[in-house]
């Protein structure tokens, strides 16, 4: 599967966000699905991840209750909204696919996509 993610760019410390990730190939709804981010100088972190069907989703403390993951399988599409943006929400945002139940860390995802820049601006 092939993965593209969309959205990012330039906002103020309390605006909102709503990222994209596309995907084309295989069956979309065969893959739970996460988001991941990269801030400059740290690790790559988990941030959420939804079920195939979206029943069911996981969500970092650090975003917790200002973010939120959801998907759209007749559009092959996951989105994370993304409101009350800090300054340290700043990093490039990945989508990744995967075969396995729910997984939070990097290694449990089998496919990547280029990322897409959100920067949050205090």
């Known amino acids: 599967v092939q993965l593209q993610a969309s959205g990012g760019g330039l906002v103020q410390a309390g605006g909102s966000l709503r990222l994209s990730c596309a995907a084309s190939?295989?069956?979309?709804?065969?893959?739970?699905m996460g988001w991941f981010r990269q801030a400059p100088g740290r690790e790559r972190e988990f941030v959420s991840v939804?079920?195939?069907?979206?029943?069911?989703?996981y969500i970092s403390d650090s975003v917790k209750g200002r973010f939120t993951i959801s998907r759209d399988n007749a559009k092959n599409t996951m989105y994370l909204q993304m409101n009350s943006l800090k300054p340290e929400d700043t990093a490039v945002y990945y989508c990744?696919?995967?075969?396995?139940?729910?997984?939070?860390?990097?290694?449990?995802?089998?496919?990547w996509g280029p990322g897409t820049l959100v920067t949050v601006s205090s």
């Open positions: 939804i079920s195939r069907n979206g029943g069911i989703t």
């Open positions: 190939g295989r069956t979309f709804s065969s893959y739970a």
């Open positions: 990744a696919a995967t075969g396995r139940p729910l997984p939070t860390m990097l290694g449990g995802y089998d496919y």
